[in-house]
Structures are given as C-alpha cells and as structure tokens.
C-alpha cells in the first residue's frame, strides 16, 4: 500500500460547508441517538403499500423489489437504522500528521444517508498503534477535536458513525514508532512476504521483527483502547466504536496461530489466543457501554501473513464468548477478500459463525446490490458492507434504488493524496450535468 503524501490545503473550504446544519457532534451518552427510521417499510419487510425510501433532504424514492431487503430498517442497540447497507471502514490516507483533515468532513458527508451506519477508516489508538502514514488517531486532544466537524458531517446527517479503534502491532517500522522502538505483536514473528512493505517518512522498507508484547505491555495496550473509546465517543462525537480484529492487525496477530507463539496465557490454546481480543471487547464495552461496541474480525483472511489453521473452531470459541456481551454487532469479512483485495479460490463461509452468533451480524466483502439483497433474503446477514463500491459511488443507495450502473473505483488513488479519486467521484446528478454540457 502506498502512503499518501503532501498536504490538501485545497479541501479546506468545501468541508466547512458540509459541516454546517445539524452538527450533531455533541458526546453521544448525552442523546446521541440518530432520528428516527427514515424508511416507510415494514419491520418485518411486509408492506401494506409500495415501500418508499428517505434519502434524505425531503427526497423519497420508490424501492424496487429486488433490492428491497436492503432498505429495510433494523434496530442496532440504541439505533434505529432506515436500512442494511453498511459504509465500510476504509483507510484512506487523508490525515496529514495523523490528524483528521477537513477534506475528510467532505468526504464522509457526501456519503452520508439518514439511518445508515458507517464505519469510519482504521483509526490509530496510541502512538504505538501508528503503522501507516496519514492515518488518523484518536488519541490526543488535537485529533478529537479534528474529527469533531468530521462526526458532525455524517451525524448531522442522520446517520450513526462507529470508530473504528486500530492498533496496527507488528505491521509498523522503528521509524514510526515512538523512540524508534520496534513495533510491538504477539511474538517475534515478522512479516516476510514480499509483497507487503511498510511505508515510513524514509520510503518503503520491509516490516522488522517485533518484539513480544510483555503481560505489562498488554495491560497498558487494552486500556489504550479503552480510553481511545471514550475519546472517541466522548470527545470526538462518535456514536461507537468498532475494534478492528481483522486483517492481520495487532488482535489478529494475537487469535491466528501463525503468529502467536507464546507460551503464556496469551498463547497456545485457542483460549488463551482469543484472550487478548475479549480483554479489549470487556475493557471497551466497560468504557461506552456494550451496545455502542463492535468487533470486526476476519477468519479467512491471510493478509499480512495472518493465517490460522483452525478458523472455524478459533471463531467459534471467540462468538461463544461474546454472544451475550450485548455487543452492537460483529462484523465478519468473507473468505472472498484478503484486506482490500479478492482472492479466487475461496471454499470457506462464514455461515457457520452467523449461526453460531446470537446478535446483529455484518457480513463484509465483495457484495454489489443483488448479491447484498440476496443474503440479507437468506438471512445470511443483518447487514451488508459495501467498501470499494460505497467509496467510488457517494450516492450507493440511490444508485441501487434506480439500478443506476456504478462508477468504477480507481485504486491509484485509494491510498494517495489530496482530493483526487477521493471525494470527487461524481453523484448521478452531476454526471448527468456533465453530459448536458458535454452534448
Ligand atoms: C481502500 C481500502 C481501504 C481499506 N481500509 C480498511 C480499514 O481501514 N479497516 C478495515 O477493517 N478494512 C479496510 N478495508 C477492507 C474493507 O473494509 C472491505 O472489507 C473490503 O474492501 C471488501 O469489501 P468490498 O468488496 O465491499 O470493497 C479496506 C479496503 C480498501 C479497498
């Protein structure tokens, strides 16, 4: 993945007008619930009428039967969601210094529908948790306050944004760490594959080993995420947060086995790998209440060499212990996805951990309209993330309302700067407008 670099001066008047009107970044346990349901369909999906759909700013569109099962409305914990599509959590390398850009505001409210949940992009914990250059945290003063009007774009909305709480562990470099130490992870185990570097202010260098996180290491690490939780719903406005488990990061690099070595209570059983992953779950729900707390996690994945050789019994155990925690939700990426890309062959499912998982299930990962509304149909999910289609297209939800075709994604600017392949991906509108005047 490339950093992005330079600066984005240019954003700066665009978001202060997005930000405007609602701001509803006040602290969330203070009445931080979104507005009601904005969809007129059934809860149970059955509708005496043709079902309509609030897009919001006194737009309602018809909803098609085929992508019905998308716009129906669910109850997360203390949120009423209108609808099931879900806006991914998704790096995008925007906050110069590690702090949350106005650019970002723009970006985000562009996107924002009432009633929707979004997820924000991997946001750094500690100054240890930093692995990737121009991605935000959440842990000083100055950060929370940058993420304030960037809440408030979506919030304002009508829609409920979760954090989604990152500590990269041994996918960072001396250089991005504070006293140039080496990351931290579960064992000494280093990244090896080529393909994957990691890049620092002094360019692109393979991952270092890491060292082990000592039992006082990861005492200080979980009440790191709990307080990035509080600061994060707290101080920055959030209405959740999500605890990034997937993806080979630091938790991900505690569960999978090839990773985890120790020999501790941290390691070995299946027991004592998910350990570290339920004392963060328990320190986080204590700090904002179960019901503002996700967890993603990604079995199949093996991005940045994170492999587990028993996914289904490892999950499994990790679902049984957290059924009845009164979780928000867990959010599961398909086998079909490696971190942002696909992978051909994938015999895997996570219909075993749906069933296994009693609460509201997010399933992640390669879905468009139809095969989004196919599993929610087949109760394969509660709701569906949409990632790389959700970024390209501000205006997803239209878009399937009309079976408009999607813009395509450019991945050159996923992880780049500035605005580009970032917040000008045109709405249906505006590229009608352009063909008027290109005709
Ligand atoms: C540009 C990009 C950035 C991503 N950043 C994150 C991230 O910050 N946190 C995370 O959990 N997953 C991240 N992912 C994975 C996505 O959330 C999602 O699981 C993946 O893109 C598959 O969904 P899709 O097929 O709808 O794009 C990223 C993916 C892409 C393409």
Redesign the pocket.
Known sequence: MAPAQGGDAAAATTAAATTGGGGAAAPAPAGGLPPPAAATTAADGASSSSPTFDLGGGEVLPVPADVAPLFRPLTLGPFRLSNRIVY????RMRAQGFVPQPIMATYYGQRAVPGTLFIS??TNISEEALGYMNSPGVFTREQTEAWRPVVAAVRGRGAVFFC?LWHCGRASHSDLQPGGAAPISSSTRRITSPEYTVFTQNGAQPYPSPRAATREDIARIVQQYAAAAKAAVHDAGFDGVEI?G??GYLIDQFIKDSINDRTDEYGGSIENRCRFCLEVVAAVAAAVGPERVGL?LSPFTSFLDAHDSTPYATHTYLLEKLNGLGLAYIHM?EPR?M??LEVESHPESLAPFRRVYKGVFIA????KADSGARALAQGEADLV?????YLANPDLHRRFLTHAPLNKYHRDT??SSGPEGYIDYPTLAQQREREAIAA
Do not use: D, M
């Not at 992640?364 to 879905?367: E, H, I, L, Q, V």
């Open positions: 991914a959590p998704l790096t992009e991997a989604q990034h997937a993806n993603r990426v996805i971190g942002p992640a990962g390669g879905f993330a949409y990632g790389r289609w996923f992880y």
